[in-house]
């Protein structure tokens, strides 16, 4: 009994003595009694003291300055790309040129060109736009780059090693995306509004400006958009969204791709809204998918990668094959535009 009455002289004292001391005494007690003494309580897990040195700490100016950096970093990047595109302004232009001849064409329009009406028109376009256009998607990966540099001191040294697959998959997004944009939304936005009108007293005539204007919208637009599943695993992996919370509320997650599809289609069709708005319902769970197996990373746990390998591939097996029956039997052929195969 006597550990007990120091106990209570010991509790009597200020608190953090007091705790101290009945901790020892009520150690003693169980040791008398053939137990054993509370055990310690666990270490911190060993990564994350060497995650928080691997942390860089700036300042609010240190941070500033190393925006700067990076702005004038990319800058540079874009202006020496686009006086690489200079150089092939003629041959892109003819690429750039082509849904609208195209689709003049389709129209049965005569002549199926674009024009220009002030001196400087062509010159604007052809070899001042274009080319800066086109050093955007070519210093891609660079600008990519400079953005991670940026974010990577707030990361730790285990999320760093994402650098690497996040520039060449926020690249190969941004591209595809224009990509899409070009052979599909594009393409039929456009003779959709040439259509507008014609065999009515309308004649088009669309000048080479308002043109590059129209497209520079629709394959931007596009190239970002496609962006989604990046943006959805770089806030999965800063903890501000988890793949339970984008599953439990996709519905508005849907209803907002929806809206923006409107906004950015340049036509107001429903086909044209729904050729749009498909795939970017396909990217948004795309980035559901990667913030998942991020999750299951950070778990610990892994992702059953043979049995989706195999489903995956009897899918593409299955596709494959219905594209062979199409065009040995039907007599179906591909095309460079959408929908690709046609009878």
Not at 211 to 234: A, C, H, R
């Amino acid at each position: 009994m006597s550990s007990f009455d120091d106990a209570q002289q010991g509790a009597a004292g200020p608190g953090a003595e007091g705790t101290s001391a009945i901790s020892g005494a009520i150690d003693k007690v169980r040791q008398k009694m053939g137990g054993s003494s509370v055990p310690p309580a666990p270490p911190p897990p060993p990564g994350d003291e060497d995650d928080d040195e691997g942390m860089a700490r700036m300042s609010f100016m240190d941070h500033l300055a190393e925006l700067r950096t990076r702005i004038l970093r990319s800058i540079a990047g874009i202006i020496v790309a686009a006086v690489a595109c200079l150089s092939f302004s003629n041959p892109l232009w003819d690429f750039v040129s082509k849904p609208a001849t195209d689709a003049l064409k389709l129209l049965n329009v005569n002549p199926p060109e674009l024009v220009t009406i002030t001196p400087m028109e062509g010159f604007n376009v052809i070899w001042f736009k274009l080319p800066l256009i086109c050093a955007i998607f070519v210093a891609s990966p660079w600008v990519l780059y400079q953005v991670w540099g940026f974010i990577s001191p707030g990361l730790y040294r285990r999320e760093r090693r994402w650098a690497a697959p996040f520039i060449l998959i926020s690249a190969g997004l941004f591209i595809l995306g224009g990509v899409f944009a070009y052979f599909v939304v594009f393409r039929f936005g456009l003779t959709f509004l040439l259509g507008i009108g014609l065999g009515h007293a309308v004649h088009p005539m669309v000048t080479i400006s308002e043109y590059f204007d129209l497209f520079v919208n629709v394959i931007l637009g596009v190239g970002l958009v496609f962006e989604l599943p990046v943006l959805i695993f770089f806030l999965t992996l800063l903890r501000i969204l988890s793949p339970a919370f984008l599953i439990r509320h996709s519905r508005y997650a849907i209803l907002g791709i929806f809206i923006a599809a409107a906004i950015i289609t340049p036509t107001p069709d429903v086909f044209n809204l729904m050729l749009f708005a498909t795939p970017m319902c396909l990217l948004f769970y795309l980035g559901v998918f990667a913030s998942y197996l991020l999750v299951l990373k950070r778990e610990g746990r892994g992702f059953p990668w043979k049995v989706f390998s195999v489903i995956v591939l009897g899918v593409l097996i299955l596709l494959g094959a219905v594209l062979y029956i199409a065009i040995t039997k039907y007599g179906y052929h591909l095309v460079p535009r959408w929908p690709f195969l046609i009878h």
